[in-house]
């Protein structure tokens, strides 16, 4: 059954659920271009994002560059984009002679949201063929208009609400645009770039409190079509547990997943604290694909604690002496105890392999983390011959799930916003 047919819709769970794929988006998509953080201070947020993931500074928009509005720092790792963007003082903007540079931009919003959820994602951005004809199909279909179309000099960029304070932004250039981001923004060249190995964004996924009402919105406005789903009896614990579903575009190289938390478990939803902590549905992890994971890791872990990102415990032992009897004619004996050392997941389902690990919430708040992951095998080839891989290879660690959630449950006691659930719980 199609979720955007007006028919009732239930999930199925991951044993009975059949993937097809109706190419039906209503636009045309070609991939993640961006993502837009929205932060109190661009510099340091840039900062230990560029020295905690391996990512070079190859844009901005400040003052410098005569942008009275905001500050804007863009950094890249292979296809990889995250801007960071804080907004200048109100009363500075308002006297301001020139236009901003990007028109959906408000100093307001920006404060009421930074004020409601803290340093989060506030735009995902979509490279379309045509982003006025992206917004108008998109609003046609039920979508709520965020911002309309606007030609910003070599490019047009519009917005529609995706869930909470997210927008889904639709950018298309124009074929002689040669701008390192958008336009007005100026190129910036670094003193050293960094990579440690990290190449696109597999999937980005937001956390809302009705899954089938969420889903149904944002399927029904983009036509993208179910890609993957998972319930509590699939994923959850003896303690917590969540629904997801993962809705792609045709090509499958856009992945949307969204959870909801489940109630009457012996603890709250990890989905519910976030749900709460960031008042309102949101953005709860970006997955970021890497070349080369243990590599990565290895960088990642070094930066740690001194201005990096910190990660989820790691599975026990256990888990570990049975990853050979799983992916055993996959990865060696020597990737396997890497695996160990780095604290990384493994799961695969009946095309490859997924390897992935966590990183502990990147804010004071117990809401946005990153997930770092690398898939193997589903090679193919198009049409003029080039390899690629399918989307989605390996799955999205169900086989994972468990061990995720009885680590974030651990983390979670060690928080004070988790005490009054615990002692109620006892």
């Not at 044993?15 to 993502?35: L, Y």
């Not at 951005?125 to 998109?138: F, I, R």
């Not at 993957?228 to 579903?245: H, K, Q, R």
């Not at 994971?293 to 872990?301: A, D, G, P, Q, V």
Request: glycine letters at 10%.
């Amino acid at each position: 059954m199609a979720i955007g047919d007006g028919k009732e819709f239930k999930l199925v769970g991951f044993k009975n659920f059949v993937r097809t794929n109706p190419r039906s988006d209503r636009f045309a998509v070609k991939r993640f271009h961006h993502v837009e953080f929205w932060c109190g201070d661009t510099s340091t947020t840039a900062a230990r994002f560029s020295w905690g993931l391996g990512m070079s500074p190859i844009a901005r928009s400040d003052l410098s560059t005569g942008n009275p509005f905001f500050a804007s720092t863009v950094l890249r790792s292979g296809d990889l984009v995250f801007a960071f963007t804080a907004p200048y003082s109100p009363t500075i903007s308002a006297d301001a002679a020139s236009p901003c540079p990007l028109p959906s931009f408000s100093a307001a919003a920006a404060n009421r949201f930074l004020a409601s959820h803290g340093l989060g994602v506030r735009a995902v951005g979509l490279l379309v063929d045509d982003a006025a004809h992206a917004y108008a199909a998109s609003v046609a279909a039920g979508a709520r208009s965020a911002s309309p179309p606007a030609d910003i000099g070599g490019a047009t960029v519009s917005e529609v609400e995706l869930y909470g304070d997210v927008v889904l932004r639709f950018v298309s250039t124009e074929p002689d645009f040669t701008g390192p981001f958008l336009p007005g923004y100026e190129a910036f060249e670094p003193e050293v770039r960094l990579d440690y190995g990290l190449n696109r964004l597999d999937h980005a996924v937001g956390n809302v409190p009705n899954l089938v009402e969420a889903v149904r919105y944002v399927a029904g406005f983009t036509g993208f079509h179910e890609f993957a789903e998972f319930t509590a009896e699939d994923v959850g614990t003896a303690e917590s547990g969540l629904n997801s579903m993962v809705l792609a575009n045709n090509e499958e190289t856009v992945l949307l997943p969204m959870n909801e938390p489940v109630f009457g478990t012996k603890r709250r939803s990890q989905i519910q604290t976030y749900l709460e902590h960031n008042e309102g549905a949101g953005l709860q992890h970006l997955a970021i694909g890497s070349s080369d994971i243990f590599r990565t890791l290895r960088e990642m872990r070094k930066r740690s604690f001194i201005g990096g990102f910190e990660f989820m415990p790691p599975a026990p032992p256990t888990y570990y002496r049975n990853l050979k009897n799983r992916v055993g004619d996959v990865l060696s004996d020597q990737e396997i105890q890497e695996c160990e050392e780095l604290g990384i997941l493994v799961d695969r389902d009946d095309q490859g392999v997924l390897l992935q690990i966590f990183t502990k919430p990147i804010g004071d708040r117990p809401t946005i983390f990153l997930e770092i992951i690398q898939r193997v095998g589903c090679m193919m080839k198009d049409e003029q011959g080039k390899e690629y891989q399918k989307g989605g290879c390996g799955g999205f660690g169900k086989g994972n799930f468990s061990e995720l959630f009885k680590s974030i449950e651990e983390y979670e006691k060690t928080l004070e916003c988790n005490k009054t659930q615990i002692a109620a719980d006892a």
